[in-house]
């Protein structure tokens, strides 16, 4: 998936609007572009689209919005959109890189069900599930880009992913706000891609390694990028783990960050955790400090909340 950043568009004639927002997680079906106070682009991923949105329909909202220069992307259910290289025409590894309690070999061809939208293969893998479940699921494939997306029993989208693994590999988190029938589609970035995949799935309660509580308000830090309250939390962790992290409220919508050693943002998360409430999962590809930013949605709100973690 190509990178954009979120203050240049020079094939849209857009180039130096200092156009703000961010890829957030609300309905990958009717996804919409709002003007708004919005955070920065290159806070979330460094400007990775996804691929059921287009750039002209941020053009479009542009023009016909209320001329706010600023505006947030919904992209509901896309988790840890990342930075990093250019994943079109890529692919990844034949490697597992998560070590999950069900794997299923797959492969995709001409004999596979077509997404209408860009004419990439999709195979349906069924899921029952409780509610409050977590699933984590990992799709690994040498031979092409992978996505991942995971579809209610309305036939609505409620979380998805493109290369949140390694290379360009799909590794996301979702949590079940009910219990029912949902399905994993396992699927290409690029329409037309053909070959074998792996695809391996936890679904179930998660025992956490680390619980905090604590609150965001007076005292709290500012985020850089729209002041918001936010908490930063450091943990050590050894390069080729994953790290999984929930966090919950019911005063605030929460929103959550990974950051590597650097600096930089390799993770973020808005409501997969059902409702308001935050959930990723991310591979850490290097050894040492990583900090999980417990933050807020929007600029303003203040309450307490729950933040949980665990390494895989």
């Not at 994943?87 to 999950?100: C, H, I, K, M, Q």
């Not at 209610?152 to 590794?171: E, L, R, T, Y």
């Not at 918001?228 to 994953?242: I, N, V």
Request: aromatic content about 8%.
């Amino acid at each position: 998936m190509s990178e954009m950043s979120g203050d240049s568009f020079p094939y849209l004639g857009l180039s130096g609007l200092g156009l703000s927002g961010s890829l957030k997680s609300e309905s990958l079906q009717g996804a919409v572009v709002r003007p708004d106070q919005g955070r920065s682009v290159n806070r979330q991923a460094q400007g990775h689209w996804g691929r059921k949105i287009s750039p002209l329909l941020v053009l479009a909202s542009l023009l016909l919005g209320s001329g706010c220069s600023e505006m947030r992307v919904i992209l509901s259910g896309v988790q840890a959109l990342r930075g990093g290289s250019s994943s079109t025409g890529s692919t990844g590894s034949s490697e597992a890189f998560y070590r999950a309690s069900q794997t299923i070999s797959g492969q995709l061809d001409e004999t596979a069900r077509v997404n209408p939208l860009d004419d990439s293969y999709i195979q349906d893998h069924p899921l029952t599930v409780q509610s409050g479940d977590i699933l984590i699921a990992a799709m690994n494939s040498a031979d092409f880009d992978t996505y991942l997306a995971v579809r209610d029993s309305s036939d609505q989208i409620i979380a998805s992913d493109d290369d949140s693994g390694p290379d360009v590999n799909s590794f996301m988190a979702v949590r079940f706000p009910s219990a029912g029938s949902y399905t994993i589609e396992a699927s290409s970035f690029e329409g037309g891609e053909t070959g074998d995949y792996e695809l391996g799935y936890t679904l179930g309660s998660v025992e956490w390694e680390q619980t905090i509580a604590s609150r965001l308000g007076e005292g709290s830090a500012r985020h850089p990028s729209d002041e918001s309250w936010m908490e930063e939390h450091a943990l050590e962790a050894r390069g080729g783990r994953a790290l999984l992290v929930s966090m919950t409220s019911t005063e605030i919508d929460a929103y959550l960050e990974v950051l590597d050693a650097q600096g930089e943002v390799i993770a973020s998360n808005d409501d997969s955790g059902g409702d308001t409430d935050a959930l990723l999962v991310v591979y850490l590809p290097e050894s040492g400090t990583y900090t999980i930013r417990a933050n807020t949605f929007s600029a303003g709100e203040t309450g307490s909340y729950t933040l949980q973690y665990r390494l895989l």
